[in-house]
């Protein structure tokens, strides 16, 4: 079992950053994917991006591309989603994920309870 806290979530104007952390704990990450995922309003849950633990190999979804950045930390068994130049469309409750095994289409085993962000225009 992982289990997964999310935190940093909060309320920032157009164009402010945020950075979201992920804690991990009950088990070591090594062969894990990490994810962030996020879902809107009234929107379907979607992928933003993934990193592979171990070697830090990661993956953006277009619409983040160049503004967002995903990094772990090793020793806090912590996975980050760095927030640059927020957009409106941003909003969302943001959710880390874990799955063990580095294909990127495979499913997350382990979710977070999920952090609100709210980008104000």
């Known amino acids: 079992q992982v289990q997964l806290v999310e935190s940093g979530g909060g309320l920032v104007q157009a164009g402010g950053s945020l950075r979201l952390s992920c804690a991990a704990s009950g088990r070591p990450l090594g062969g894990y994917r990490m994810g962030w995922f996020r879902q809107g309003p009234g929107k379907e849950r979607e992928f933003i991006a993934a990193?592979?633990?171990?070697?830090?190999?990661?993956r953006y979804a277009d619409s983040v591309l160049g503004r967002f950045t995903i990094s772990r930390d090793n020793a806090k068994n912590t996975v980050y989603l760095q927030m640059n130049s927020l957009k409106p469309e941003d909003t969302a409750v943001y959710y880390c994920?874990?799955?063990?095994?580095?294909?990127?289409?495979?499913?997350?085993?382990?979710w977070g309870q999920g952090t609100q962000v709210t980008v104000s225009s």
């Open positions: 994920a874990a799955g063990f095994g580095y294909n990127w289409d495979n499913n997350y085993n382990y």
């Open positions: 990193l592979r633990w171990t070697l830090g190999i990661t």
